[in-house]
């Protein structure tokens, strides 16, 4: 990788871990503009200042808009999220395989206590 992709990669990845970043861009993945007020229910448990400057930044960045019918994701930020999905496929075989793993330890007789 280059030492340009790698900026950009630095780039895009400390933008999307601020807090509630990507919560505003999936919570809006279904295409339908939100106001904000349903953009802030739908992200769930994002106080009012934190939406704002979350907006702010994703605007900024060119991923999200603001029209008439409130926020939505721009080209770029659709591209970006289409480019996501599969996390979301990853993510469901992830928590299964976790919770097979936790299940076959649980079943698993306990050892035997050697005296000290």
């Known amino acids: 990788m280059s030492s340009k992709e790698n900026v950009a990669i630095h780039q895009l990845l400390a933008l999307l871990e601020c ?3 990507l919560r505003v861009l999936w919570s809006l993945r279904d295409g ?5 007020r349903l953009l802030q229910d739908s992200v769930g448990g994002i106080t009012p200042n934190t ?3 979350r907006i702010k930044e994703l605007r900024e960045a060119e991923l999200l ?4 019918d409130g926020y939505s994701l721009t080209p770029s930020g659709m591209d970006l999220l289409k480019r996501l999905n599969d996390l979301q496929a ?6 299964a395989g976790r919770a097979k793993k ?6 698993e ?6 005296p000290a």
């Open 32 to 36: 339908h503009a939100q106001t904000f």
């Open 65 to 68: 808009t603001h029209g008439s």
């Open 102 to 107: 936790a299940e076959a330890a649980a079943a």
């Open 19 to 21: 807090r509630y970043a």
């Open 90 to 95: 990853f993510a469901g075989k992830w928590v």
């Open 109 to 114: 007789p306990s050892s035997p206590s050697t």
């Open 51 to 53: 939406l704002n400057t």
